[in-house]
């Protein structure tokens, strides 16, 4: 737990505010970039005050890395659920689905993780990162698994193979909702051309991994 | 051109010299951190020579990358016209293998080329890699071009889709041979492994795209 108890008997208004502060903050500058003071501004709270709840920047950054890492396994958890006695494809798709409408509502644990990808000098980045990869992955490979019991996918196929490509894939499309340039001519525009990009990707995968 | 025509007038062991000092200093600093004068000093000459080959570091380090870029195009044109009477999946096993052994012929290279992915705050950065990106994606898209005209693919196939998920699980299983945490317990240690998992992903792709 990276937050004092002191934080968590502050009125939820006062602690929305401060997350909100911090959020942007870590958003716009980065981890490196980011200040105390500047957070401390934007929340409209004392310097000594926030070092009351948080012991540094970096367990304030830790404390909303653990719960954007919260709300992202809520989301899997919610599709695996809802997509449960839906075909393999179905639940791609949606899993897809369910991250591109994550980053759009929210846009900033989305950019700080761009950060985090794309900033050196963040000592613990490999360690968050890694956390993040494993839990997609491992979300990926139990609905391969699920899927293979099933029969809807082949006998002998390997999956963590199969994870490992679905996984790549899926990071890489998301990544164009922010990074256009990625792939040109080709990143959709409009929700219409990203469900039309999610078909032909989920297609591709599915006829590689169906008996 | 990024350098000036002085530096092309150099003996060629002495332009070996500052190329080699400027590659270790950027793969080991980052564009940021690197500075003309421990370049300098690696290379053993004077800094104000150095002005007289290239403006500044933004020039010398696009000299680099240009560098670079046509050591990669070089190796893809070389594979492409090398495989090229081979079946699509024989071109995409002997593509990724071919970055494999890119990676570590030039060690610095790849390492700049991440540093660049992963450092914030390079001002071009974006133009450099939507470079690099647009050679690997139409790249592909050649293979699969040529690969339909002979019916190994399907008619209707959406081939940027195809080149687009293709790309994204090359360049992750090229950057798992620098960061083995992107897929615990996926990496593959050693070549025997490299070619296994190569194996297993073409077989993937080749089947998500065959008639």
Redesign the interface.
């Known amino acids: 737990m990276e937050a004092k108890r002191t934080f968590f008997n502050l009125p939820e208004e006062k602690r929305e505010k401060i997350i909100k502060a911090a959020l942007e903050e870590f958003a716009s500058k980065?981890w490196k970039g980011a200040s105390v003071n500047s957070i401390v501004a934007r929340a409209g709270i004392a310097k000594g005050s926030l070092y009351q709840y948080f012991r540094d920047k970096r367990s304030l950054f830790l404390f909303l890395f653990d719960k954007a890492v919260g709300v992202a396994k809520e989301t899997l958890k919610r599709v695996k659920r809802q997509t449960a006695e839906k075909p393999l494809r179905e639940r791609l798709r949606e899993s897809l689905l369910a991250g591109v409408d994550f980053i759009e509502r929210h846009p900033l644990l989305y950019r700080i993780y761009l950060?985090l990808?794309?900033?050196?000098d963040v000592p613990f980045r490999?360690d968050l990162?890694?956390r993040l990869?494993?839990l997609s992955?491992d979300y990926i490979l139990s609905l391969l698994e699920e899927a293979l019991k099933r029969g809807e996918v082949r006998e002998g196929l390997?999956l963590?193979?199969?994870?490992?490509?679905i996984?790549?894939?899926m990071?890489?499309?998301l990544q164009l909702q922010a990074?256009p340039?990625?792939?040109?001519?080709?990143s959709p525009k409009g929700r219409e051309e990203v469900e039309q990009?999610v078909e032909?990707?989920v297609d591709?995968?599915?006829?590689?991994?169906r008996p």
Chains 1, 2 share one sequence.
């Open positions: 980065g950060q990808v794309f900033e050196r490999q990162i890694g990869r494993v992955f390997d963590k193979a199969a994870a490992f490509l996984d790549a894939v990071e890489r499309f990074f340039h990625l792939a040109p001519g080709w990009r032909e990707l591709l995968i599915e006829k590689g991994v």
